[in-house]
């Protein structure tokens, strides 16, 4: 996390994964194996402390961009990871998260 003010902060994350995928002949899904990598940007905005309460308050809006190895596109026929219009290459998720720790 990068502070910018007091009240603002960027965040960053970065991960990669190895994804050995074994079912074991769960529900028909298959084996799979190959890289997963995840980017996060998350700019944050705290308020400052206003009461012992909640110590913590924070709205981040995060743009995370994700991507996999085509050998995990056909995980599961039964959800997202199998569906014949899905496949690896680069993937975007945006959303809102709130915190308060008290």
Partial sequence: ????????????????????????????????????????????FRASNISPFFTRQELRLFATWMNWNTALDSYSPNDTLGQNDFASGGEWSFGVQMETFF
């Fill in 1 to 44: 996390m990068q502070d910018i003010t007091e009240n603002v902060v960027l965040a960053y994350a970065a991960s990669w994964q190895y994804r050995a995928l074994d079912p074991n002949g769960y529900q028909e899904y298959q084996k799979g194996h190959g890289n997963f990598y995840k980017l996060t940007f998350a700019p944050t």
